[in-house]
């Protein structure tokens, strides 16, 4: 390769640079139209090295395109701010507090578009200066927040690098993507994100909820209360802690979010009920998080005026740890209360006992029902 440096000075030293004699045949000088003789005369920092140095000696290598092929450009300027939420500051469980943009384009033909996104640090040719950071691309129609990183139309590699990109091809039509600047630990950095395409769109940031209306439970899955995911097999889902939500007006767009402080994957469910509900139904269910995603669960829905139950779990049942729900509202205000347990405020007693020959009476059809104990 052929490599200046920008400062004009100060070329490279090892293999193929002047001082390599031998490497330097007649033919091979020939070739690339190089004089070694001329080299020890004038240092402007041009030099030629052998790919195999490239790879040893350089950090990386940026490409850059011409911007005649891509007269359409939106840049936007950002930053990542430390989570303020209870449990590691991971991206995983704050994955939704990440900078998101919405990229809206309609176009009659096949096109490309290239994203860069790069963070401000100080000592740019430091890898120890540069936190990973990584680009994920959505295609989405509704307007609300991407929560979760699966589903992605681009899934960046998380990389500790000041630049990183990405392309996708667009087909004709009308488009709106969701772009994820996504920080892994959640330290306070700016950053500026770059769109490239040879076709017309807009670039615009989608700023996070702010409701008026919010209420926050601090709790935990203990031993008597840590009952599972809802399936036949597991007849303790009922014991999971329940909430009483009533809105106070109609109808109202909330955002219930359900975050775990240990590594369990967690799930929450709003219920059409007054009170505590020991058996599930299908018709019982009015929203749900979906499937049981680690550390985070998230409901969007619009609720009408009415009292729900409000239910928080873990997937397998004993799995015991802490938890932080919280729910906001944009038009109405939130009552939220602790359902009691099953049986909380009585005195329980527990009886161990078995049935033996003589006692095992059977059902009533067999005529030693009483037997029984």
Not at 226 to 232: D, E, F, I, M
Not at 325 to 344: D, F, N, W
Request: glycine content about 6%.
């Amino acid at each position: 390769l052929q490599v200046k440096n920008p400062w004009a000075k100060c070329r490279w030293k090892g293999h193929f640079s002047e001082y390599d004699v031998e490497a330097w045949t007649s033919d091979l000088q020939r070739e690339l139209n190089f004089n070694l003789q001329s080299q020890f005369h004038v240092d402007n920092g041009i030099f030629w090295i052998e790919w195999t140095d490239v790879c040893k000696y350089f950090q990386g290598i940026h490409i850059a395109w011409n911007t005649v092929y891509f007269p359409f450009l939106r840049q936007v300027h950002g930053s990542w701010s430390e989570a303020q939420l209870g449990g590691p500051l991971d991206d995983y469980r704050h994955y939704y507090e990440n900078p998101q943009y919405v990229l809206a384009l309609c176009t009659s033909r096949k096109t490309v578009m290239h994203l860069l996104l790069s963070q401000h640090v100080s000592l740019p040719h430091h890898r120890e200066a540069c936190d990973f950071i990584a680009l994920h691309v959505f295609e989405k129609k509704d307007t609300s927040r991407v929560y979760h990183p699966e589903r992605a139309i681009h899934s960046g590699v998380y990389l500790n690098a000041v630049d990183v990109n990405a392309d996708f091809d667009i087909p004709p039509g009308d488009h709106s993507y969701f772009i994820v600047a996504s920080h892994m630990e959640k330290k306070q950095r700016s950053f500026t994100l770059r769109a490239f395409s040879d076709a017309h769109f807009d670039l615009t940031p989608l700023p996070m909820r702010m409701d008026p209306f919010t209420t926050t439970h601090h709790g935990a899955w203990d031993p008597s209360s840590a009952g599972g995911c809802p399936n036949a097999s597991n007849p303790l889902w009922y014991t999971n802690p329940m909430f009483l939500l009533n809105l106070e007006s109609a109808p109202a767009p909330c955002l219930i979010k359900l975050t775990a402080a240990e590594d369990v994957c967690v799930n929450v469910l709003v219920l059409c009920a007054c009170e505590r509900v020991d058996v599930l139904t299908p018709d019982d269910i009015v929203a749900s998080s979906g499937a049981y995603r680690e550390c985070f669960a998230v409901v969007e829905h619009t609720l009408p005026h009415r009292v729900y139950v409000v239910v928080v779990s873990t997937m397998e049942p004993g799995q015991i740890g802490t938890f932080k729900l919280e729910i906001s509202s944009a038009v109405s205000e939130l009552i939220l209360k602790p359902l009691p347990s099953e049986g909380a405020g009585m005195v329980k007693t527990a009886i161990q006992s078995e049935w033996t020959p003589h006692c095992a009476g059977g059902c009533a059809r067999f005529g030693r029902y009483t037997e029984n104990p």
